[in-house]
Every structure is written in C-alpha cells, then in structure tokens.
C-alpha cells in the first residue's frame, strides 16, 4: 500500500542536503561553544557563522536572532518575556481566538497566575481577524498583541501588514507567530510582518526537529523564560543545539526565499481536493477558499468525528490531521473550528490535508476516490444534509 502524506504542517521530511549538511556537527565538530579552548573556539566560530547566515536570509541584525528548540520555546518566549518585562506599564495583552496553543496556553497561564487581562480577538467564518477590531481592542495599559501569520489548522493567512501596522502606530509591540508561514508564502524580509518579535520553526520546512528561532527587534531585551547560563548574549540559557542550528540555518538559505511548498505545483493539487470535497454530501469545505495557506485544505463531516475519519484514511494509507486534541480516548472540539461559529458537533469532526513538496496528483486522485467511502463507513452509513 502507497502511503500517502498530507500532513505537512505537522512536520515535513528532513531534507537530505540539510541532513548532510548536519552530520559533521553530530561527529567530529562537537565542541561546545562556550569553551575557550581550540575546539570550543571552533565551535564558536561556526555558531557566529550560522548566526550570520541567519541574518542574511532574515534581513536583520545578527544580535537580533536568538536560536531556540523551536516555534513553541520562541512563542513562549516572546509572550512570557515581553510580559513579565512591560508589566509595570501594562498587563493587558491581545490575542485570537484561532492561536496555536503555545499562544492561547501562555494568554490563559497569565491571565491565571500573573494577573494578566487578556483580550482574545473573534475572527470572521473564513478565520480572518478584523483589523477594525484590533483597533478598538487596544488600550493604554496593552502591552504586547500576538496574532498569527496563518492559522495552521485552516490555513487562513491574516492580513498581518495592517495587523502590524496598528500595533506601530498605537505604540504596542507585536509578535507575530509566522511557523506556518516560512517555506510556504513569499518571503523577502522579516520587516514584511510589521513585528517586534517573530517565531520561526525548522521542520516546518524540511528543516531538523528541535530548532527554530525568535527574531526580536533591536534594542527590545525581553525577559529570559530559561536560566543558567550566558548563551545567546544572557537570552537563552543552555549550550547552544549547533548540529539543528545548522539544520535551521540551512533549511532557511534553501527554502525560504523562493518557497518549497512551490504554488504553481500545489494549487492545482489543492484545488482539486477541494473540488471533491464540495461533491461529498455531508462535508464542508472550512476556512478562505482565496486567502489561504496553498497547500491546506480542512474539512468538517456531519454526523462523525475526527478520530474515526483520521483511523478510516489511516487504515487505506492516508496520513491526515486533524486540530483535536485526543487524550485518554476522548475527543475535545477544534479551538479554532469552534471560534469560527461552528456548532459543537461540527468542530469535532475537523480533518486537515496539508500537501508538500512530494505531494502529487496520483495521490490527490487517491484521496478523491477513498474518502467518500471513509466518511460514509464513519457515519455509519447514514445520509446527512450539509
């Protein structure tokens, strides 16, 4: 049986040119940076190196780049270390509705624990935020607003330039979760998010599990979330990852600037996975048809769940995902699927194909023919009505 991967935006394969690249880091160079003697020395300088690399392809400062383990640690940097630094101007920070948990779960931790006052922003039916409500959320004592690039559930793509805008010119900084969009939309510097900090995550773009990296713009100094060390000039504590820096930093040179989720070959692909979806009673295309990630397309099934349509596509090959969060065998509605007005049962049934650089037609022809059979065995056969 043919496996068929349409999970990108869970992860992607590592590419083997970067995995390549990365062996010389997991063996002989294995100095740790820190250390002053010859092989330590070495190490440094290859970090300063990848550091550089970094900010060429970023279009930054070399100090405004703080290596991380990835899109959740840079988030959970950029909210924890703005807020516990501006919090004596200000506890009132701004969000979505539709955020990745490392931005939802840090908001509510604040709000819980830290006496925070989060606003969480309502988003249209296709997952969009109103600019003209960012504009009216925001107050004297708001320090910090944190909205996404692309929702990596739906694939909506914010209008993040008007986002940012508001935030320079009502004085508030602005982080931007961007993990979604590097390798997959244009990229020609990080000024194009209008952010003060910007989270970036490696194997979303067929980079190493492991590493990603915070942009923040100079001379803002958050607070640290990790200590015990002075790495990444006293930001970061911990000995640098410099195999999965190079990873990063490698990833970011291949496929950043001309996107290796390649629109002229996935619009076709996704487009015609959408087009079966509208033939399928029952279903529900979610999300912008227009302004969308080019390589996700999200569904909801009446009359199912997202744990028997992800086992019935798993058990003919198909890889899918889905934004429920399954422990212990139950099932909790998408966040995001639920933000957008659908009813309960609705939001539990969110599947999400998200097609990369190996996708092909034969497979999206795959799709097309066993899926209307996977929903039909899920909901037990029964006819529903969209």
């Not at 270390?81 to 955020?99: C, F, N, P, W």
């Not at 939802?104 to 925070?116: A, I, P, T």
């Not at 039916?125 to 910090?144: Q, Y």
Request: glycine share 8%.
């Amino acid at each position: 049986m043919h496996t068929v991967y349409f999970d990108y935006n869970a992860t992607t394969p590592l590419d083997e040119g970067v995995r390549d690249t990365m062996l010389p880091y997991l063996s002989e160079i294995f100095g740790n940076p820190s250390s002053v003697h010859r092989v330590g020395r070495q190490a440094r300088g290859l970090l300063d190196d990848a550091r550089a690399r970094a900010e060429e392809v970023l279009c930054c400062k070399p100090s405004e780049v703080i290596f991380t383990s990835g899109g959740t640690e840079s988030t959970n940097q950029a909210i924890f270390g703005v807020a516990r630094l501006l919090k004596e101007k200000g506890k009132h920070i701004v969000t979505s509705a539709i955020e990745h948990h490392a931005v939802l779960h840090c908001c509510d931790y604040l709000e819980k624990k830290e006496n925070f006052e989060i606003t969480r922003l309502a988003v249209d039916r296709e997952g969009k935020v109103p600019v003209e409500s960012l504009e009216e959320a925001i107050r004297r004592d708001t320090i910090l607003v944190s909205i996404m690039a692309a929702n990596n559930e739906i694939g909506t793509i914010q209008p993040i330039l008007e986002l940012g805008a508001v935030c320079r010119k009502s004085g508030v900084l602005f982080h931007c979760d961007a993990v979604q969009w590097f390798g997959k939309e244009p990229f020609e510097s990080i000024e194009q998010f209008k952010a003060d900090l910007v989270s970036i995550c490696a194997h979303k773009f067929h980079g190493p599990k492991g590493a990603g990296a915070l942009f923040v713009k100079s001379p803002l100094l958050p607070d640290p979330i990790l200590f015990g060390g002075g790495h990444e000039n006293e930001r970061r504590a911990g000995t640098e990852n410099l195999a999965g820096i190079i990873g990063f930093v490698e990833a970011l040179e291949r496929f950043v600037r001309k996107p290796v989720f390649a629109k002229e070959k996935l619009l076709p692909l996704t487009e015609r996975l959408i087009s079966a979806i509208d033939k399928i009673e029952g279903t529900q295309f979610v999300g912008s048809r227009s302004n969308r990630l080019i390589n996700t397309v999200s569904l909801l099934v009446r009359g199912s769940d997202s744990i028997a349509l992800l086992a019935g596509l798993d058990m003919e090959g198909i890889c899918a995902s889905s934004g429920s969060a399954c422990a212990a065998g139950s099932l909790a509605p998408s966040h995001v699927i639920s933000a957008l007005g659908a009813e309960k049962d609705l939001a539990n049934s969110l599947v999400r194909f998200s097609l990369g650089r190996e996708s092909t037609m034969e497979e999206v022809a795959q799709v097309e023919r066993i899926l209307p059979e996977v929903i039909q065995r899920a909901t037990k056969g029964k006819r529903v009505g969209r």
